[in-house]
C-alpha cells in the first residue's frame, strides 16, 4: 500500500510562495488520483487541490483557484503543490491524501491513505 510523506512547509511572508512536495512508496502511486487538504487552528480540514492519476483532470478550492497549482510525478512518485501570493488566511497544517480508483468527488472519505502533514504559516 503507499505511504505518503509531506515536505516543504515553513513560515513565508504574504505575498511569497513555497512548493510542498508529497513522496509517495509503493509501485502503485499512478493507480492513485491525489489531493491536497488543509486544515487550520480550530477548524474543520478542508479540500484544496486535486488531480487525476496522470495528471489530465485538475480541480481546486475557490479559495485559491489562479494562486495554486498541483502537479505530479509518476516517474518520482511525488505530486506537488506549488503555491503563490500566500496570504495568513492560507496558513494550515496541509496534508495529501490518496485516492483509489473508483471512488469520486473530493471529500474526505474518498480518500484512504494519508500523509501526517506539513506545517505552512504565513505571516502579514
Known amino acids: 500500500q503507499v505511504q505518503l510523506v509531506e515536505s516543504g512547509g515553513g513560515l513565508v511572508q504574504a505575498g511569497g510562495s513555497l512548493r510542498l512536495s508529497c513522496a509517495a512508496s509503493?509501485?502503485?502511486?499512478?493507480?492513485?488520483?491525489m489531493g491536497w487538504f488543509r486544515q487550520a487552528p480550530g477548524k474543520e480540514r478542508e479540500f484544496v487541490a486535486y488531480?487525476?492519476?496522470?495528471?489530465?483532470?485538475?480541480s481546486y478550492a475557490d479559495s485559491v483557484k489562479g494562486r495554486f497549482t498541483i502537479s505530479r510525478d509518476n516517474a518520482k512518485n511525488t505530486v506537488y503543490l506549488q503555491m503563490n501570493s500566500l496570504k495568513p488566511e492560507d496558513t494550515a497544517v496541509y496534508f495529501c491524501?490518496?485516492?483509489?480508483?473508483?471512488?469520486?468527488?473530493?471529500?474526505?472519505?474518498?480518500?484512504?491513505?494519508w500523509g501526517q502533514g506539513t506545517q505552512v504559516t504565513v505571516s502579514s
Open positions: 491524501a490518496a485516492r483509489p480508483s473508483g471512488f469520486y468527488g473530493n471529500a474526505e472519505v474518498a480518500y484512504n491513505i
Open positions: 509503493g509501485r502503485t502511486f499512478s493507480s492513485y488520483s
Open positions: 488531480i487525476s492519476q496522470y495528471g489530465s483532470s485538475k
